[in-house]
């Protein structure tokens, strides 16, 4: 019988506890994505000043396929 309660009592504390720790991780995870657009915002400005203000170019021709991006020709689009 004490093992009864001692499992009731365990079902319950994991049951308190497991939506308690998932809040948590959505938070980290919020936080976590808020610092990662907080750096790519700050990279963008910094890039944005060294280049005349101009943003870095999305492709060399407006096209997002792996041709273009791998085509040595558009050196002034940013992932060359």
């Known amino acids: 019988m004490e093992i009864l309660v001692v499992i009731a009592i365990i079902i319950v504390i994991a049951a308190i506890a497991i939506p308690v720790i998932a809040k948590i991780r ?24 060294q280049h005349d203000g101009q943003l870095p170019d999305e492709d060399g021709q407006g096209k997002e396929d792996w041709r273009t991006v791998s085509n040595p020709d558009q050196e002034k689009a940013w992932y060359n």
């Open 26 to 49: 959505a938070n980290a995870n919020k936080a976590l994505a808020l610092n990662i657009m907080r750096n790519l915002a700050s990279e963008n400005a910094k890039y944005a000043a």
